[in-house]
């Protein structure tokens, strides 16, 4: 099973920006589809985003579209989430989400543990 | 497309619960189970309606027929408490929905 390692959790103010990554410690993340998903503190799991394995295609959930942005770095090792515009309701565990090989969008067969983002004044 | 959950569960021990998940036509779309106990990541339990992951134990099974998709936990364990969320992709939207949750107590 992949290991999936997230990091650049926070506390920000409202309106400024963070950025998420995840990296894999066991194996590269190519060709795989990569997925970012939220829980804020005791509510149930939303999905954020998702960059396809060749990293042209990003899908995100309606009330992130326009402030964040998925990506894929160069050499493939990692998966960045860019927040902008941060909100009180961004608040959540963000975690990485591997897709099972050869799907484009679920089922997502690793996770990582998670990282945490606090938007507050 | 929404799907939708019971908040809250109970079961006792050695019992069989099965946990549903709705939606419109739902039979006609994959659907994916996590497990997630407190403090945790989740965890992919039932992929494609009904296949289980390796690891998995074989008292988790899944089905998926008209408006309800299930999830069956044989002969519960103590283990077994946590939360559960149905997952599938609408391709209508290109986005990824969960279910919100069911909170399971192993009474």
């Known amino acids: 099973q992949v290991q999936l390692v997230e990091s650049g959790g926070g506390v920000v103010q409202p309106g400024r920006s963070l950025r998420l990554s995840c990296a894999a410690s066991?194996?590269?993340?190519?060709?795989?589809?990569l997925s970012w998903v939220r829980q804020a503190p005791g509510r149930g799991l939303e999905w954020v985003a998702t960059?396809?394995?060749?990293?042209?295609?990003?899908y995100y959930t309606d009330s992130v579209k326009g402030r964040f942005t998925v990506s894929r770095d160069n050499s493939d090792t990692t998966v960045n989430l860019q927040m902008n515009g941060l909100r009180p309701e961004d608040t959540a565990v963000y975690y990485c989400?591997?897709?099972?090989?050869?799907?484009?969008?679920?089922?997502?067969?690793?996770w990582g543990q998670g990282t945490l983002v606090s938007v507050s004044s | 497309y929404e799907v939708t959950q019971p908040p809250t569960m109970s079961v006792a021990p050695g019992q069989t619960t099965r946990i549903p998940c709705g939606g419109d036509n739902i039979e006609v779309k994959s659907v994916n189970w996590y497990q997630q106990r407190p403090g945790q990541a989740p965890i992919l339990i039932i992929s494609n309606d009904s296949d289980r992951p390796s690891g998995v134990p074989d008292r988790f099974s899944g089905s998926n027929s008209g408006n309800t998709a299930t999830l069956t936990i044989s002969r519960v364990e103590a283990g077994d408490e946590a939360d559960y969320f149905c997952?599938?992709?609408?391709?209508?939207?290109?986005?990824?929905?969960f279910g919100g949750g069911t909170k399971l107590t192993v009474l």
């Open positions: 997952q599938l992709w609408d391709p209508g939207s290109d986005h990824v929905i």
């Open positions: 989400a591997k897709v099972k090989a050869g799907r484009r969008f679920t089922p997502f067969d690793s």
């Open positions: 066991t194996v590269t993340l190519t060709s795989f589809a």
């Open positions: 960059v396809s394995g060749d990293g042209k295609n990003k």
